[in-house]
């Protein structure tokens, strides 16, 4: 059976709110404004350095300006992060049941998320999923982050399977891009944060109505 590789954030868990609250502590440490959910959006996706950054330029404030530390703001926003990391994000439906049909089924699952690698286990053991991967990887467990490809590449090595044999599961040009640079099929799901404009222009496989359509798609392409 399959290895199949699931994004985190907008995948699995709607955790914007709770990426918005983040974002809006650490912004109020630092005297600015908080933002809206609309916002954050579009920072979404390459991780919390790429996250904070970005939320710092919104409020006009330079990452590399002379006398600013940017490193331990960056560490207070973790912690914020920390702070934050269950309160509303929720799973989205059909996730559960689908997980464990599909691990039933002999399909060995992963996780490739942007997130930091510490929140990872922490977040999927709150929803009681995290007992069906066999391996996760953050946004920091190696020294390359999608949309490089070689997070993909290093899952497929690691359970010895063919990259054209596998299959990414995500919601944003970045999950798309790492795919394609690795050779692995790859669906989208609707329900994320890349929409149907960002899956216009970065077109996956197929755009997928919800979880539950996942067994089918492999099925589809000869991968269960």
């Known amino acids: 059976m399959s290895l199949i590789i699931f ?29 809206s959910a609309a916002e954050v959006g579009p920072w979404i996706g390459r991780g919390s350095r790429v996250l904070f950054a970005s939320a710092l330029r919104h409020h006009g404030l330079d990452p590399q300006a002379p006398g600013f530390d940017l490193e331990a703001a960056f560490q207070r926003f973790l912690v914020h992060y920390g702070d934050n990391l269950t ?40 929803f009681g999923i995290g007992g069906h991967f066999s ?8 020294p390359q982050r999608k949309p490089d490809p070689e997070p993909l590449r290093h899952l497929a090595r690691r359970f010895g399977q063919d990259p054209a044999r596998c299959a990414m599961v995500g919601d944003s040009r970045y999950d798309i891009e790492a795919a394609r640079g690795a ?39 000869g991968l269960a």
Request: charged share 20%; glycine share 8%; proline share 8%.
């Open 135 to 142: 391996a996760l990887l953050g946004g920091d467990s190696l």
């Open 87 to 126: 309160v509303d994000t929720v799973i989205y439906p059909k996730v559960a049941e689908t997980l464990s049909a599909l691990k039933a089924d002999g399909h060995t699952l992963a996780v490739c998320t942007n997130k930091p690698e510490r929140f990872v286990a922490p977040l999927l053991a709150h």
């Open 183 to 221: 050779g692995m099929p790859v669906a989208g799901l609707d329900h994320g944060y890349g929409g149907a404009e960002e899956f216009a222009e970065c077109p996956p496989d197929v755009v997928l109505a919800g979880f539950a359509q996942i067994p089918a798609w492999l099925r589809e392409r």
């Open 7 to 35: 994004d985190l954030d907008g995948t699995l868990v709607d955790s914007r709110p709770d990426l918005v609250r983040t974002v809006n502590a650490a912004m109020a440490e630092l005297d600015r404004p908080a933002v």
